[in-house]
């Protein structure tokens, strides 16, 4: 087989096809700062010094695809989540203390009723304004703007370079959730874990419409040319939190609708799934074939994945935390092998972290990673 571009490689794997080897596409989100020696809060908020970790980290391994690149993102993250943040560097934070999202109890179940009569765009503003006060006075709010601003346009042409030199962004280009995790973090995992059996037909109108917000910001955030992949990051609807039965009634369809939706529009669904969704498995043959591929963090049996999905949808995945973190390089290297002929033996598999690469993962674990893919694949 003649060698492969990496573009050609991922496309290959993504349509089901076997490539000349199998791609590798790290997750090195948190884990560049740590590698350049520079702050969580750095990452976040300093693009120029985020942009540079990347490319160091590029330069001492070497990958075929981007993953997941917040460099600059903390503005973002103040001004477009509703959710209450630990960011290093920010109300007393530690410059150098990993970003947390706080999970506390939020919205009450009235909150379903008020997205369907006033639509779900006006409750997002009004869950933003309430975790940021500053910005219900417009003066004080115009302070984010520039940091904003500059983050959307960075990130966009940091998404077009690397495609210019023939590195597809898998993710970096647009990111969004499906209605049932967003709710989820409007209403808190527990409480809106009841609702689905105290409140369901209130929920599915509410997701519903909140969904179909959802969907039209994966496609606005897919409009330039350069965009060719969607990040859906999901956890909440999985076999950890609720029943194979829930998730077809509650979150099935909506996957469904966004995956449908950007696959028209020649956009791959790049599924980040955390948490275990074997149980759900069997659902994702409702995904559009050879069209999706399906992000897993190491909790899911991707084996199981691999002998349900194998004729469906490309898989990706995953290299445990806790094995580039703890292990040594002769067992990375050994799950990676097993990996790459096991669930890459016939194509539709790239191999990547599971999840995101920790910070403190030991280098040469890292590199072993890497290199598995030219060793066995």
Known sequence: MDRMTPRERIEAAVSLRVPDRVPVVPNFDLYIARHAGITMHDLLFDFGKAEAAFERAFADFSWDGNHLFIGGSGPYMQLFFWQDFKLPGVDGHGEDEMPQMLETRGEEPEIYEEICRRGFLHVYWRMVRKCNPSLRRWKTGLRFTPGLLSYLTRSSLFVRKWEKKGIPCMTGGALSFVAFDVLSMLRSMADFSLDLHRHPDEVLRALAVTNRFQVQLMLMQTKTPWTRYCHIGS???????????????????????????????????????????????????????RRCVLYLDGTTDIFKAKEILGNHMCICGDVPASLLTLGTPEEVDEYCRRLIEEVGADGGFILSSGCSTPPDARPENVRAMVESVRKYG
Request: proline share 11%.
């Open 235 to 289: 956890a909440r609807p999985s076999g950890s939190f609720i029943s194979p039965r829930m998730f077809e009634r509650f979150a099935l369809p909506l996957f469904v609708e966004a995956a449908q939706r950007l696959t028209d529009e020649g956009i791959t669904p790049f599924l980040h799934f955390d948490s275990d969704w074997t149980l759900m498995l069997p659902y994702l043959k409702e995904l559009p074939v």
